[in-house]
């Protein structure tokens, strides 16, 4: 079977027995061998096995757990070409499902291994690791070369901690410091003699039982108080890149910063606006948030915690710009119709997920034209990527 394309999470495309059938670990014009693991009404998947004339763009994963692990899946692959293929699947997203087309600015990622600061693995019978793609079936690592280095030094060392079963999230810092989230139903034995003196908190089940529940890190110029379970880029040095798209294109008198987290997007334009407001629903996040404006020396900040709609019927207030950076699931129509009404001169909207990036900018074109494109490869080895449009009222 002839690959003819890669889909939007970097799965090969061709057709079997006339099916639409994606296929794991091929690359466009490559010839394969297929083993069917589902078959539905309207499509197929399936793993490709005995590729012939493999293509220019395949390279040997650096990773001994590729095949196995949920963790990443475009290491396969050059960075050339998933560079290539990033931009070229934003921009037949945006033009396919909104109708929309613009001249894209592609951000490169020089460092393409160990730039994630968090990771979440499961744990079973006392082994740590991921699932499968499409599976329950844990993978076991002692090693994540898209981890921290902290990360993995204390994957290689983690004796002290005894978890039969549950999961563990593992958060690092500019300092390689960490920070261990652990979700067990079972007892956690830990020999906290002999836990590495970098560690700075350990939450069990939202439970402080060492050190503190956050830390600090950096991103750029600037430092940020993190809760254990506040929302931060994974990937500080591209969340840099961020802030200066931001700052080279948004400027007015009042910024809204929605999903704002623990304050980070909104702080990065303490000089381009005169005051800064921020609502987030996580409660611990608008606390660090708060503590960030005063750490950074920003006196015209404003933080709610709450949902959008209920806060901003009491925040009589007039907004020049809204800055949007919501889950990959997208904004939901409350909230569109909230942005619609306030009809602010900018948008800035950051999404990891191009598909449901799409369907809202459908319905804010109606109203905003897109000045800007980013795109930036946040992610790699992965077919994720993240995206930062700008819009401006008609």
């Known amino acids: 079977m002839r690959i ?4 939007n999470t970097g799965r090969g495309i061709t057709h079997h027995e006339g099916i639409i059938t994606f296929v794991e670990n091929a690359l466009p014009n490559e010839e394969v061998e297929l083993i069917i693991t589902q078959e539905h009404k309207t499509f197929k998947t399936a793993t490709a096995t005995n590729i012939a004339n493999q293509s220019p763009n395949r390279t040997i994963p650096k990773c001994p757990y590729y095949h196995d692990c949920g963790g990443c899946n475009l290491l396969h692959i050059n960075a050339e070409y998933e560079d290539e293929y990033k931009e070229n699947k934003v921009e037949e997203i945006l033009k396919k499902y909104a109708g929309i087309e613009s001249q894209i ?3 490169k990622n020089d460092k393409e291994l160990f730039y994630r600061n968090k990771i979440s693995l499961k744990i079973e019978n006392y082994e740590w ?3 499968n793609a499409a599976t329950h079936k844990l993978c076991p690592v002692k090693a994540c070369l898209i981890a921290s280095n902290a990360i993995n030094c204390f994957l290689e060392n983690n004796k002290a901690f005894k978890i039969s079963n549950g999961s563990i999230t593992l958060r690092s810092n500019y300092k390689d410091e960490l920070m261990l989230i652990i979700n067990s139903s079972d007892a956690v034995d830990i020999d906290f003699s002999a836990i590495p003196n970098n560690i700075c908190g350990i939450i069990v089940n939202s439970k ?7 830390f600090f890190d950096s991103i750029g110029d600037m430092l940020f108080r993190l809760s254990y379970d506040s929302f931060f880029q994974i990937n500080n040095y591209m969340a840099s890149c961020i802030f200066n798209i931001l700052r080279n294109n948004l400027h007015g008198k009042n910024v809204l910063d929605l999903y704002c987290g623990v304050g980070t997007l909104g702080l990065a334009l303490k000089d381009n606006y005169k005051n800064i407001y921020g609502i987030e629903k996580v409660k611990n996040a608008i606390i660090d948030a708060k503590y960030n404006a005063k750490l950074n020396n920003v006196t015209n900040a404003f933080y709610y915690a709450g949902d959008t709609a209920k806060v901003l019927k009491h925040l009589d207030k007039s907004f020049d710009t809204i800055i949007v950076d919501p889950p990959r699931s997208g904004l939901n129509k409350d909230t569109l119709d909230i942005i619609i009404n306030i009809h602010p001169k900018n948008i800035a909207y950051i999404s990891c997920d191009p598909m449901t990036l799409a369907r809202d900018l459908k319905i804010l074109k109606e109203h905003y034209y897109v000045s800007k494109t980013n795109v930036l490869c946040m992610f790699p080895n992965t077919y994720h990527v ?3 449009i700008v819009l401006n009222r008609k």
Do not use: S
């Not at 003819?4 to 889909?7: H, S």
């Not at 402080?208 to 956050?214: A, K, L, S, T």
């Open 129 to 131: 690791g991921y699932y």
């Open 105 to 107: 600015k592609y951000i």
């Open 4 to 7: 003819e394309k890669l889909d």
């Open 386 to 388: 993240e995206c930062v």
């Open 208 to 214: 402080i039982i060492y050190g503190d529940n956050f």
